[in-house]
């Protein structure tokens, strides 16, 4: 069974910064892709940025590019999101997400969503 566990989250004031650990396990394959996204109460859901696991290629969605980077671990199992100049209108559930159609253009997922999905770990950004 296919488990995500996202942690990391917190409080941080305006230009601060977090770094998000998503640990994955329950499968074998090293084929995978992974998302960080976010959600607001009463808003749809954001497609933050994602992460190859085969060549660690990555997309970002233009709000966060330059502030945020995700990257994965040494354990190969753990994917970090880490988030700098943290702004008030980065605040929201943050949640980690796994794919195994790797062949998509990354992009794709920011609107299309995963396949699996772990539970979301609060990201407040105080002004």
């Known amino acids: 069974e296919v488990q995500l566990q996202a942690s990391g989250g917190g409080l941080v004031q305006a230009g601060g910064s977090l770094r998000l650990s998503c640990v994955v396990s329950?499968?074998?394959?090293?084929?995978?892709?992974i998302g960080w996204y976010r959600q607001v109460p009463g808003k749809e859901r954001e497609g933050v940025s994602v992460i190859r696991r085969s060549d660690a290629i990555t997309d970002y969605m233009d709000s966060v590019k330059g502030r945020f980077t995700v990257s994965i671990g040494s354990a190969k199992n753990t994917v970090y999101l880490e988030m700098n100049s943290l702004k008030p209108e980065d605040t929201a559930v943050y949640y980690c997400?796994?794919?195994?159609?790797?062949?998509?253009?990354?992009?794709?997922?920011?609107?299309?969503?995963?396949?699996?999905w772990g539970k979301g770990t609060q990201v407040t950004v105080s002004s």
């Open positions: 997400a796994l794919d195994f159609n790797s062949r998509l253009p990354l992009h794709a997922f920011h609107n299309l969503g995963m396949t699996y």
């Open positions: 329950g499968f074998i394959y090293d084929d995978y892709v």
